[in-house]
């Protein structure tokens, strides 16, 4: 699947004022020489211990009905649609810290500690924002899982602004103590970036109907499990749908030029999807989306080469 991507490998460009992402390219252009096909490796590397990531979390938390690596197995096929996805790029850096602060989430309403999943989960859920301004729009889904997992405590949203203030009080204690302060203020940069010019209309369309025809199919799978999954679990998926839905607005205001800025939205489409493979009750559904999926893949591919 990842062959197209390493087939033509390329190396991270730093953005004007992206400071983090610039000094994290600093500290590995060293070991990795600037080297394309190096990163690409980087990438994809990191892409598989994600898509473990995501099916650890499923099992974790018990998002369904048994245990499988569908959800890895889906993450693996969602980046592999666009060769860009398997770049190192802000977006795939992005996509670990929202996982690992989604993570924490869904343990607030288990944990005999809240306050201190609280402080961890709002403080990794505000450092994408040190990567790119609007992916400050995640907090929106940590206070959601606050309204939604845990009732209402005023300390603990006390705790949770605590911890989304930190990255920042140390971002701006690093800054002035380097002497660049000033670059605070062309961090905030947020407008519409969605595509004015479409270069491959038929890869392009092929793929929103694609992916919204797995998302239904996922969706109408998930419906299914609703009556007899615990109301938890219930409200897990509500998260999900949520991650979804401020995945896609944050994308909408990158103002990024990338193409791989869409692979923000992947790891909450993968949790959906996957779930249409694992319907028991109708076998043929399942195998239905599964090949469904691989066709998929392949068009993707292939249209984008046309």
């Not at 407008?191 to 969706?219: D, E, K, N």
Request: proline share 6%; glycine share 4%; charged share 5%.
């Amino acid at each position: 699947m990842k062959l197209q991507a390493l087939s033509m490998p390329v190396a991270p460009v730093p953005l004007p004022d992206h400071l983090v992402f610039s000094s994290i390219l600093s500290c590995l252009n060293p070991v990795l020489g600037g080297n394309a096909t190096a990163y690409t490796w980087l990438a994809v590397v990191i892409l598989i211990t994600q898509a473990l990531y995501v099916n650890y979390i499923t099992v974790r938390h018990r998002l369904f009905e048994k245990n499988t690596y569908f959800p890895a197995f889906t993450y693996l096929l969602l980046t592999s649609i666009n060769p860009a996805f398997n770049y190192f790029s802000e977006p795939l850096l992005i996509n670990w810290l929202v996982l690992i602060a989604f993570n924490i989430m869904l343990t607030f309403n288990q944990t005999n500690q809240p306050r201190k999943q609280i402080f961890n989960a709002g403080f990794i859920i505000c450092l994408p924002a040190l990567l790119q301004f609007p992916a400050l729009g995640f907090l929106l889904l940590f206070f959601f899982a606050l309204l939604l997992l845990r009732s209402f405590n005023a300390g603990e949203w006390a705790v949770g602004l605590m911890g989304n203030l930190t990255p920042i009080y140390f971002y701006a204690g690093i800054l002035f103590l380097v002497d660049q302060l000033p670059v605070i203020s062309r961090v905030p940069k947020i407008g519409f970036s969605l595509p004015t010019h479409i270069g491959q209309p038929v890869y392009f369309v092929g793929t929103l109907v694609g992916l919204f025809l797995l998302a239904v199919v996922g969706s109408f799978s998930i419906q299914q499990q609703f009556i007899k999954i615990t109301i938890y679990i219930r409200r897990s998926w509500y998260l999900i749908y949520t991650y979804l839905l401020i995945s896609i607005g944050v994308t909408a205001v990158a103002m990024s030029a990338i193409h791989s800025q869409w692979l923000i939205t992947m790891p909450a489409l993968s949790f959906i999807i996957a779930q249409a493979f694992t319907l028991e009750k109708s076998k043929r559904f399942s195998n239905f989306a599964f090949y469904f999926s691989l066709l998929f893949l392949i068009f993707c591919q292939l249209a984008l080469n046309k």
